[in-house]
């Protein structure tokens, strides 16, 4: 599949630095020999990848961006849902259903587009292609929620997707690769392991202090103290996470250095794979439709999160912590699910650990920034019982990664964490949605 043997997601976490330098090796060096050469040592292509760009007629292109995926067979589900909001105003629950499902495979495209595009361009420029792409889908949705006034939705959509990640995919991952390989305990890197552990506690520091401040009534501005230090915070967090790229791409250069001789073979077995599928302009094309298409379709969704809470009779915090993030991040369950089967764990925490940094350093200040340039008063204090749930859960997945290790046990024991989570928003009555 494409130039990359990985997700989009996954490549943007090698370029982060969040797998190991044999993973990332192994995956990404190229030999200088090789006429397939991606990237050399300065982050320069080779000309050999540009001659490389497929010619292709408009029918090829859409026959492999299409239909060469049978998660695309949900297509149809996104017309499906616009039709039926225009046809009734009585079935809200099933436009939310047939848009959810209609996203699904459209996330999934957008990372195989960003992962064409980035095939062109040098390392930095595709980790920052990757990192930027790799949540799109939960970043336009949280847009069209503010626009909308539905601040609670944001906040708890993109909690569901930290909650998700770390909790749901790191949990299957485990509990896959411990059942594949049942006789011994797979390892990973400790030291990025409690590198992001380190993020995310950062993270929930910035999502504690207006909590505290809200409920312990010690604000010197009451009303607004809050939301300055909330949007103070989002500053420093995006301060922290742009250091973080910028610290982690700056040194990537230095990783690629030879390998030994099985390395070697196992790269060669798989340069028929390695060119992109299709070209440049091509990618860039495809990434402007599936994005206009995912800002279609989340429009709609968000438009019947409260019909469908009401038509199901389930709470909105339900619906946003726990089935949006499930269905949105369906394709990066999978993937992660699949290198730990392969023994690749490094690259299954790349996925989860990974993705809940973006959401948590990005995402969520990013999206109290938009908030303040919309004039929408996003904050950061989740409320107590959500920051607690949050906070409780990094402490958990971090006591779990700090020894390096895997094995089935520690994943059931993740994946049960998060039902006991989920099933504890099912019976939450959120007292501040009607704020939203």
């Known amino acids: 599949m494409g130039c990359c043997k990985v997700p989009a997601l996954i490549q943007a976490q090698v370029q982060m630095g969040l797998v190991s330098e044999n993973e990332h090796k192994s995956l990404f060096r190229r030999d200088s020999d090789s006429p397939t050469c991606l990237m050399e040592q300065g982050g320069s292509f080779s000309a050999s990848r540009r001659d490389r760009s497929p010619n292709n007629t408009l029918l090829q292109s859409f026959n492999i961006v299409i239909l060469s995926n049978k998660l695309n067979l949900l297509l149809p589900f996104g017309p499906l849902a616009i039709?039926?909001?225009?046809?009734?105003?009585?079935?809200?629950?099933?436009?939310?259903?047939?848009?959810?499902?209609?996203?699904?495979?459209l996330a999934e495209r957008l990372g195989y587009a960003t992962e064409q595009l980035a095939c062109y361009t040098g390392p930095t420029v595709g980790g920052l292609l990757n990192a930027t792409f790799g949540n799109v889908t939960e970043l336009i949705i949280s847009i069209f929620a503010l626009?909308?006034?539905?601040?609670?939705?944001?906040?708890?959509?993109?909690?569901?997707?930290?909650?998700?990640?770390?909790?749901?995919?790191?949990?299957?991952?485990?509990?896959?690769?411990?059942?594949?390989y049942p006789r011994k305990e797979q390892v990973f890197d400790k030291g990025n392991a409690v590198v992001n552990s380190g993020l995310l506690l950062m993270a929930v520091m910035g999502l504690l202090f207006p909590a505290v401040l809200h409920y312990t009534h010690s604000e010197v501005h009451a009303g607004s103290s809050e939301l300055a230090l909330s949007r103070f915070s989002?500053?420093?967090?995006?301060?922290?996470?742009?250091?973080?790229?910028?610290?982690?791409l700056k040194r990537q250069p230095s990783s690629y250095t030879p390998l030994t001789e099985d390395m070697n073979q196992r790269e060669e077995t798989s340069d028929d794979d390695e060119d992109p599928e299709i070209s440049r302009w091509e990618a860039i094309i495809w990434l402007s439709i599936l994005t206009a298409w995912v800002s279609l379709l989340s429009?709609?969704?968000?438009?019947?999160?409260?019909?469908?809470?009401?038509?199901?009779?389930?709470?909105?915090?339900?619906?946003?912590?726990?089935?949006?993030?499930?269905?949105?991040?369906?394709?990066?369950?999978?993937?992660?699910?699949?290198?730990?089967?392969?023994?690749?764990?490094?690259?299954?925490?790349?996925?989860?650990?990974?993705?809940?940094?973006?959401?948590?350093?990005?995402?969520?200040?990013?999206?109290?920034?938009?908030?303040?340039?919309?004039?929408?008063?996003?904050?950061?204090?989740?409320?107590?019982?959500?920051?607690?749930?949050?906070f409780i859960t990094v402490i958990v997945v971090a006591f779990f990664i700090q020894e390096g290790t895997s094995n089935y046990f520690k994943g059931l024991m993740l994946i049960l964490c998060y039902l006991i989570v989920a099933a504890s928003f099912f019976v939450h009555e959120d007292p501040h949605q009607d704020d939203a």
């Open 83 to 105: 039709l039926l909001h225009y046809l009734t105003d009585h079935n809200k629950g099933w436009v939310f259903l047939l848009s959810l499902v209609g996203i699904t495979p």
């Open 147 to 180: 626009r909308n006034g539905m601040i609670r939705v944001v906040q708890l959509t993109l909690l569901g997707s930290i909650l998700s990640n770390m909790l749901l995919v790191l949990g299957c991952a485990f509990f896959c690769g411990g059942l594949v």
């Open 234 to 248: 989002s500053c420093i967090m995006l301060l922290a996470y742009a250091a973080y790229l910028f610290f982690q």
């Open 299 to 390: 429009g709609y969704l968000v438009d019947a999160i409260e019909g469908a809470s009401v038509s199901w009779k389930i709470p909105i915090s339900f619906i946003s912590v726990i089935l949006l993030p499930i269905v949105g991040n369906a394709a990066e369950h999978a993937g992660a699910i699949m290198f730990a089967m392969k023994d690749k764990l490094d690259l299954s925490l790349g996925v989860a650990i990974g993705s809940s940094i973006q959401i948590s350093m990005f995402a969520v200040p990013f999206c109290v920034v938009i908030g303040w340039m919309m004039g929408a008063q996003m904050d950061l204090n989740f409320q107590l019982f959500e920051t607690a749930t949050l």
